[in-house]
């Protein structure tokens, strides 16, 4: 976590023309390096001599990791994903890695905490260090995993109920992940300005922006079962990867997605 508050930091001096200050930082931002262990291929607590704390085991939930597990802190490099992918050994590994997150169930009897809720695997949705990975099938070339589970998230850890939240709503975190997913996309990164599309809702959303201008997304054959994105047209103009920039967003514009009953594979 420090290390993605050290990129944002690295970011505002990047804004404010502080060059200096954004290098050092941005060399900071990398320090998450420091605490992966190839051999166990997780994040792993290190003792004060530097070395790697055992036993360890990514299932446990240890004072080392808080309020969570080896699994589920692993992906918090939102602001170096392709280097994460790079420590892990490519996308391959990364990809099956990222599989065994939402397989891996917790054993029956074992005794879970209580901020690890909302479980799919070991992926938990009621907290925020979570909230974030369905979305990284979309950087491995799989995004019809990120529209699957997104899907599974919206319909079935939120209820319309007094207890329909799943998680600790933290500062409004549980509602934003939804309202943003409703709409159809998310930001891994915040701090970067690049939202990673999922798979939508409502049939149509406007956005309104300044200057009277609206960003639409419109959505075509969008059911339960149709959960899959097909194709996406941004003002017209088909869309090869499921991103697009906030300045695509600020423009205003249209943005069609095309849904269907299976995964679109190309």
Same mark, same amino acid.
């Given at each position: 976590?420090?290390?993605?508050?050290?990129? /944002?930091?690295?970011? &505002?001096?990047?804004?404010?023309?502080?060059?200096?200050?954004?290098?050092?930082?941005?060399?900071?931002?990398?320090?998450?390096?420091?605490?992966?262990?190839?051999?166990?291929? +997780? &994040?792993?607590?290190?003792?004060?001599?530097?070395?790697?704390?055992?036993?360890?085991?990514?299932?446990?939930?240890?004072?080392?990791? /808080?309020?969570?597990? !080896?699994?589920?802190?692993?992906?918090?490099?939102?602001?170096?994903?392709?280097?994460?992918?790079?420590?892990?050994?490519?996308?391959?590994? +990364?990809?099956?890695?990222?599989?065994? &997150? +939402?397989?891996?169930?917790?054993?029956?009897?074992?005794?879970?905490?209580?901020?690890?809720?909302?479980?799919?695997?070991?992926?938990?949705?009621?907290?925020?260090?979570? %909230? %974030?990975?369905?979305?990284?099938?979309?950087?491995?070339?799989?995004?019809? #995993?990120?529209?699957?589970?997104?899907?599974?998230?919206?319909?079935?850890?939120?209820?319309?109920?007094?207890?329909?939240? /799943?998680?600790?709503?933290?500062? !409004?975190? &549980?509602?934003?992940?939804?309202?943003?997913?409703?709409?159809?996309?998310?930001?891994? /990164?915040?701090?970067?300005?690049?939202?990673?599309? !999922?798979?939508?809702?409502?049939?149509?959303?406007?956005?309104?922006?300044?200057?009277? #201008?609206?960003?639409?997304?419109?959505?075509?054959?969008?059911?339960?079962?149709?959960?899959?994105?097909?194709?996406?047209?941004?003002?017209?103009? $088909?869309?090869?990867?499921?991103?697009?920039? %906030?300045?695509?967003?600020?423009?205003?514009?249209?943005?069609?997605?095309?849904?269907?009953?299976?995964? +679109?594979? $190309?």
């Amino acid at each position: 976590e420090y290390a993605y508050d050290d990129y /944002c930091i690295a970011r &505002m001096a990047d804004k404010l023309g502080e060059r200096q200050i954004a290098d050092a930082f941005y060399k900071r931002s990398q320090n998450y390096k420091n605490v992966y262990n190839p051999q166990a291929s +997780f &994040m792993q607590p290190r003792d004060n001599k530097g070395n790697f704390i055992q036993p360890f085991s990514p299932d446990d939930y240890t004072p080392h990791i /808080c309020e969570s597990n !080896g699994w589920q802190y692993f992906w918090s490099v939102q602001q170096d994903v392709d280097g994460l992918i790079g420590l892990v050994g490519g996308t391959e590994r +990364f990809a099956q890695k990222l599989d065994s &997150m +939402f397989t891996y169930n917790p054993s029956a009897d074992e005794d879970l905490p209580i901020f690890s809720t909302g479980m799919i695997g070991q992926y938990a949705h009621g907290n925020e260090p979570s %909230h %974030h990975v369905i979305y990284l099938f979309n950087a491995v070339g799989q995004p019809w #995993k990120t529209q699957k589970y997104a899907a599974e998230v919206m319909h079935e850890l939120y209820k319309n109920t007094p207890a329909g939240l /799943c998680g600790n709503e933290d500062c !409004g975190q &549980m509602s934003a992940w939804y309202i943003l997913n409703a709409m159809g996309f998310y930001q891994v /990164c915040p701090g970067e300005p690049v939202y990673s599309i !999922g798979r939508p809702l409502f049939e149509e959303v406007t956005i309104h922006l300044p200057g009277q #201008k609206d960003f639409v997304i419109r959505t075509k054959n969008n059911s339960k079962e149709n959960k899959y994105v097909q194709s996406i047209l941004l003002n017209g103009k $088909p869309l090869e990867q499921p991103f697009f920039t %906030h300045s695509d967003l600020t423009a205003g514009g249209v943005m069609e997605i095309s849904m269907g009953a299976e995964p +679109f594979k $190309p």
